[in-house]
């Protein structure tokens, strides 16, 4: 890849994610107008019997036929990797109760960033939001791979639709069924992030954003209605709560909280508010200095001399 190249790649994708970030924006302001609306409903006292019994019963059904089966495909590290030019790294999917294998370390003059996020959580959308670009050029000119781990830690969080659950979901079947289109659903996902403590997206609003960010695939539907992949996400919580982390080289234990930054296996000790420089500056006392966070064009070769 040439540099004009790999600058024409890094703009094309923060242009795509910029695109999917307008449609969850909108996708979040209706979201906003129904919560609004529900809490109305609530507040007048109507239908509260009826919705609790819905909801009671929708867990009950969604938790008794929620089949078993593997993890997501490339996502056998518990997470989805995207090396130079965010190519996937390809993986098949985790059997049930198999151990997560940790993505191989890069080579050096590379970086290797691992991300642990809830699409719920606040802060995690504040990290996705100021780094996003930097860490589009980085992994598209091949000086980072970026690894994104999916999580349901505030399953409990969401007025009893398990939004958390269900948008981490929707995040596997994306690495599953469309796994270049994940970096921009990633971004949407953010972008649309609801309150905590409300219902956040419906199924089918899940659906929309996803296809709307390019994860077009026609079997997007069905694992996200019936939660295809929720038993690994929660497995995976699971794990990356407990420890030890399936990251390599790394003297984490746990995960704490999200988001859990780590650069070559480095915790990434920032705080909300985040800034890009901060972290670049952190991402090369992390490697040592052994890594280009701005390549410099190639020089041109010298012309052949004219022939006599």
């Given at each position: 890849?040439?540099?004009?190249?790999?600058?024409?790649?890094?703009?094309?994708?923060?242009?795509?994610?910029?695109?999917?970030?307008?449609?969850?924006?909108?996708?979040?302001?209706?979201?906003?107008?129904?919560?609004?609306?529900?809490?109305?409903?609530?507040?007048?006292?109507?239908?509260?019997?009826?919705?609790?019994?819905?909801?009671?019963?929708?867990?009950?059904i969604?938790?008794?036929?929620?089949?078993?089966?593997?993890?997501?495909?490339?996502?056998?590290?518990d997470g989805?990797?995207?090396?130079?030019?965010?190519?996937?790294?390809?993986?098949?999917?985790?059997?049930?109760?198999?151990?997560?294998?940790?993505?191989?370390?890069?080579?050096?003059?590379?970086?290797d960033?691992?991300?642990?996020?809830?699409?719920?959580?606040?802060?995690?959308?504040?990290?996705?939001?100021?780094?996003?670009?930097?860490?589009?050029t980085?992994?598209?000119?091949?000086?980072?791979?970026?690894?994104?781990?999916?999580?349901?830690?505030?399953?409990?969080?969401?007025?009893?639709?398990?939004?958390?659950?269900?948008?981490?979901?929707?995040?596997?079947?994306?690495?599953?069924?469309?796994?270049?289109?994940?970096?921009?659903?990633?971004?949407?996902?953010?972008?649309?992030?609801?309150?905590?403590?409300?219902?956040?997206?419906?199924?089918?609003?899940?659906?929309?954003?996803?296809?709307?960010?390019?994860?077009?695939?026609?079997?997007?539907?069905?694992?996200?209605?019936?939660?295809?992949?929720?038993?690994?996400?929660?497995?995976?919580?699971?794990?990356?709560?407990?420890?030890?982390?399936?990251?390599?080289?790394?003297?984490?234990?746990?995960?704490?909280?999200?988001?859990?930054?780590l650069?070559?296996?480095?915790?990434?000790?920032?705080?909300?508010p985040?800034?890009?420089?901060?972290?670049?500056?952190?991402?090369?006392?992390?490697?040592?200095?052994?890594?280009?966070l701005?390549?410099?064009?190639?020089p041109?070769?010298s012309?052949?001399?004219?022939a006599?």
């Amino acid at each position: 890849m040439t540099d004009s190249d790999a600058a024409t790649g890094s703009e094309g994708m923060i242009e795509r994610r910029a695109e999917a970030r307008d449609k969850a924006r909108q996708l979040r302001a209706t979201q906003k107008k129904k919560d609004r609306r529900t809490r109305l409903l609530l507040q007048g006292g109507l239908g509260i019997a009826a919705i609790a019994v819905v909801a009671i019963v929708a867990v009950v059904i969604v938790g008794s036929v929620r089949p078993e089966g593997p993890g997501p495909r490339n996502m056998a590290s518990d997470g989805i990797r995207f090396d130079a030019g965010f190519a996937v790294q390809t993986t098949a999917g985790l059997e049930p109760g198999e151990t997560p294998t940790p993505s191989e370390p890069s080579a050096a003059g590379v970086v290797d960033v691992v991300v642990f996020t809830d699409y719920l959580c606040p802060v995690c959308a504040d990290f996705q939001t100021e780094m996003d670009d930097l860490l589009t050029t980085l992994v598209d000119s091949g000086a980072a791979t970026l690894e994104i781990h999916p999580l349901a830690t505030l399953t409990n969080r969401s007025a009893g639709t398990q939004y958390s659950l269900r948008a981490a979901n929707a995040a596997a079947c994306t690495a599953n069924f469309a796994p270049a289109a994940f970096p921009a659903v990633n971004a949407a996902l953010f972008a649309a992030q609801p309150e905590p403590d409300t219902e956040g997206l419906a199924d089918g609003e899940l659906l929309d954003l996803v296809r709307e960010a390019g994860a077009d695939s026609g079997s997007m539907e069905r694992c996200i209605e019936e939660r295809r992949f929720a038993p690994w996400v929660e497995a995976a919580t699971t794990r990356a709560q407990a420890g030890p982390l399936p990251v390599a080289s790394t003297e984490v234990e746990s995960l704490g909280g999200t988001p859990l930054v780590l650069v070559n296996g480095v915790r990434y000790p920032g705080t909300d508010p985040f800034d890009a420089a901060d972290f670049s500056q952190f991402i090369l006392q992390a490697a040592g200095g052994d890594v280009d966070l701005e390549p410099s064009p190639s020089p041109s070769p010298s012309p052949s001399p004219a022939a006599p």
